[in-house]
């Protein structure tokens, strides 16, 4: 076989190297264009949560629509499982690895704020935003949110409580299923002819029976914090007269009657087993987010809603709130980013656009912004019942957790001063001075200890 000659291998290199210095010249320009890098790199927001299963759908699909809508930030969301969720925040501040915005509806906000966990939402909005909080949203909103004045949490969805009722009993016990109880003595009487017992005397339905302290101290008269001279009011003539009204109502039925008919009930059901849709009560008090739950496990349940009655010398419209809110800790690399979030979500800088979410979730809203808007209307107008609550958003007699830095502690005892009279064992005068005997002595150790300011 006959070797190339030299001149054949100098062209062939040559040729070679032209078209190995094209290919590099392609590469490169192409490559450039490639290593460029973006017009725009959004900003990430680390957003924390608790919901779970479908409510964790319904986050993701509020998230998926603030990034759809802006191109600065991008909220990753993450769910935290509950138990756990609020050591993880605090673990995440002091170590320097916190969310940027987390959506709670544990009792926190005192006891955050006073340890600085929290950033006041104040410092993040602009003198327009403020004014338009303070001007457009709902009484209980602000109180819910706000610790020494100062706003710390943003309600996303408040949650309410009405008396729910089945008008077929009604009907069935000769009573008009087109007038509710408007007070709560006309409640008391519709009750005693609701209720059913079988051949042994024991419970199998039960008309009406009082439960929660909180919203009856408010319904009559009281409650447990003074908003104007920012203190704790707890051994009241008015609550006083709201704990013996359930003390009365379980002595009259039989404690021990009422706790063997509750024993057989699971009274806390998120799902279909719910007693009252099952029939167990004629009348019973609970939150608006039983409306929702009725239209997924029960749709044809036939019921009505309406507020809870006042007694004689009683407030109207009155009762206790809880919801869900938005804070922001005070070591979140991104505020400016969970601010803008937290508006988008919450309404307040576009109601009809948020008012979608509050339908998604069965929320009740921030602002009348909010619950006047096209889609919100339409949500009233497939859920009647859930106007109630919504009508209940405006009263300044609704009622929350008291501002104080022990709220988790509060709670614990409200409800075992509850228990006690419910089951017969104190007297609701001695129940009531024992709360506000041991709050009082926890109130007073913090400040000895230097725990509050």
């Not at 089945?166 to 009750?191: I, V, W």
């Not at 009281?222 to 009365?248: K, V």
């Not at 309406?306 to 938005?326: D, E, Q, T």
């Amino acid at each position: 076989m006959k070797s190339p000659s030299i001149d054949g291998v100098k062209t062939w290199a040559g040729r070679g190297l032209s078209l190995f210095g094209l290919l590099f010249l392609l590469f490169f320009w192409t490559g450039a264009s490639f290593s460029q890098p973006p017009h725009h790199v959004r900003t990430k927001v680390r957003f924390w949560h608790m919901w779970t299963a479908e409510w964790k759908d319904v986050v993701d699909k509020i998230v998926k629509r603030y990034n759809d809508s802006q191109d600065v930030y991008e909220v990753e969301a993450l769910s935290v499982p509950s138990a756990g969720a609020d050591s993880k925040f605090i673990l995440g501040v002091l170590g320097g690895d916190p969310p940027d915005v987390m959506a709670q509806w544990n009792p926190i906000i005192p006891p955050w704020a006073e340890g600085h966990l929290l950033r006041p939402l104040d410092e993040l909005m602009t003198p327009a935003e403020k004014a338009d909080f303070d001007r457009q949203a709902y009484p209980v909103v602000k109180k819910m949110g706000t610790y020494k004045g100062k706003l710390y949490g943003m309600s996303i969805g408040m949650n309410m409580f009405g008396l729910y009722y089945l008008p077929d009993h009604l009907k069935e016990a000769g009573l008009d299923p087109s007038k509710p109880p408007q007070t709560l003595e006309e409640l008391d009487a519709m009750g005693k002819k609701l209720d059913k017992f079988d051949a042994n005397g024991n419970l199998t339905r039960l008309g009406w029976l009082p439960t929660n302290y909180m919203i009856f101290a408010a319904v009559f008269g009281g409650g447990f914090y003074d908003w104007n001279g920012e203190r704790l009011t707890m051994d009241t003539p008015e609550n006083l007269r709201a704990l013996q009204y359930i003390s009365d109502s379980n002595k009259a039925l039989g404690f021990g009657n009422v706790q063997r008919f509750n024993s057989g009930l699971d009274t806390q059901s998120s799902a279909g087993g719910w007693p009252f849709i099952g029939g167990a009560y004629s009348f019973i008090v609970d939150g608006a987010w039983r409306v929702e739950q009725i239209a997924k496990y029960a749709p044809q349940l036939h019921y009505e809603t309406c507020p809870i009655p006042p007694p004689k010398g009683g407030k109207p419209l009155a009762g206790f709130s809880s919801g869900n809110f938005m804070v922001v800790p005070t070591s979140a690399k991104e505020p400016k980013g969970a601010w803008d979030f937290i508006k988008f979500w919450s309404g307040l800088e576009n109601p009809n656009v948020a008012a979608e979410f509050y339908t998604w979730g069965g929320w009740l809203p921030l602002t009348p912004a909010i619950a006047q808007s096209p889609i919100y209307q339409a949500y009233l107008h497939k859920f009647p019942q859930f106007k109630t609550f919504v009508d209940l958003m405006p009263s300044e007699n609704e009622t929350v957790l008291p501002p104080v830095p022990f709220q988790t502690f509060f709670n614990d005892h409200i409800g075992t001063t509850e228990e006690s009279v419910t089951h017969g064992t104190l007297t609701a005068t001695q129940a009531l001075r024992g709360f506000a005997k041991t709050v009082n002595a926890e109130a007073n150790r913090r400040k000895e200890l230097g725990y509050d300011r």
